[in-house]
């Protein structure tokens, strides 16, 4: 192997390099245009000759055209900040100097062995000190771009969604949104301070979740719940780090060159396995309880088969899934034990009819309802305290319901001893009449017998 970079590094890169030579778009440009401009800005030619290609979908298109037209090749490429720039310095050095002047001169097929014939490649690479420092610039002079990019995000208050898994909204703060997917869905993708471009990342991953698609493993389900559910249980709440698609918001794929968001979200991934694994552990610790509890100890989900003789487990899975929070109910509605009671049975019974609570509409199947409940956002449409609050409701749908016996009666015992309109029930001494222990004579024969 032979390489000559004799007279490269005399000249400065930054004395040749003119960045507003090479600007994307300019901003007094006529909107009209902007369709020209952008298909102008994804346009790139060759470094060695004046094919063009689109470096946004055929970059490596390009790439292959140098090696097999120009037998060139360029290292690294994924560690190049702005490509484009990049080959359009190059080109123009190129037509300063002879290119075996800036590149590694590689000799394939000498072995003894080789039968194909012997190819002599040249390489460019941030061996030559020249590009290295170009390197650093285009990486520098991104990494600026993109902290202002940031900059804005973070002073924008303007910003409003709602949460990827739930109804609750945000508005202002976007890393409040990212903090409440992490701490109330296990959901991380990542400190808010590392992302950027937040609002094109958050379009990706709903459109995704409208589709059925798993954010991890990438496979379409049938519907919402079973998406959810397999989430829940493959530990699939991440997004797949093989998909490239998310580099560009992650801010350390901007600032180190050859460390991206995959390694950091590594090292934070090995706190999360053992939390994990102490998971698994908890959860065969369970699935072996279950073996010695009795099949009637098992608690069935309002609106699914799902069932669970553990209420923690069960009151997370209807969280989860269903987005129903019986506890936050409880404290919304200011309900007691007997109101629980009913409004847990008002819902079997209207379930088990195939009966929407929130709308009164009637459904063919309890699958159609639960899609309508679902995509309606139904489930906490809880009707009047009227409808609900009867005696008729005091008696299970179903006969023996555990989800019943599961229910906390937390309420102080000033309250548990209390009528449903909240007058206390107060004991008095009854006076006893008519009995046998009146008589003082056989009283006393019974104390000494």
Known sequence: MAASMAGSSEKPVLE??????????????????KSAQREATLSCSCALCDETFNIEDKKDHLLAHMIMAHKFVVADVNLIAEFKRYILYWKKRFKEEPLKDFCTTIITNTGATDKAPREEFLM????????????????????????????REREDTHFSRSCLFCSQHFQGNRAELFNHMVQDHAFNVGQPDNLVFTD????????????????????????????????????????NPKNKKYDKFYIINYQEMGRSWEAIQSEED???????????????????SGWLEEAGSQALCLFCEFSSSIPDRLQAHMVELHDFDLHELKLKLTLNFYQKVKLIN??????????????????????HLLEHMHSMRHINSIPDIRVWDQPQYYFPTYENDNLLCQLDDDDSDDRSCSTDDGAPVIAEDIPVKDTILTDEHLRQEILWS
Request: some cysteine.
């Open 16 to 33: 040749t390099l003119n960045l507003s030579t090479f600007s994307d778009v300019d901003e007094e440009d006529d909107p009209a245009d």
């Open 124 to 151: 460019l690479s941030d061996v030559l000190p020249e590009d290295k420092q170009l390197r650093e610039f285009l990486q520098k002079n991104k990494l600026e771009e993109i902290l202002k990019v940031q900059q």
């Open 200 to 239: 094109e990342f958050l379009d990706i991953l709903q459109g995704k979740l409208q589709k059925f698609l798993c954010l991890y493993c990438e496979k379409t389900f049938r519907d919402r719940p079973t998406l959810k559910e397999h989430m829940r249980k493959k530990q699939h709440r991440k997004i």
């Open 270 to 288: 090995v706190a999360a396995d053992d939390a994990a694994e102490t998971e698994r552990e908890t959860d065969e610790e369970d699935e072996w």
């Open 346 to 367: 008002f819902i079997r019974r209207q379930i088990h009819q195939s009966i929407c609570y929130g709308c009164q509409g009637t459904w063919d199947s309890r699958h």
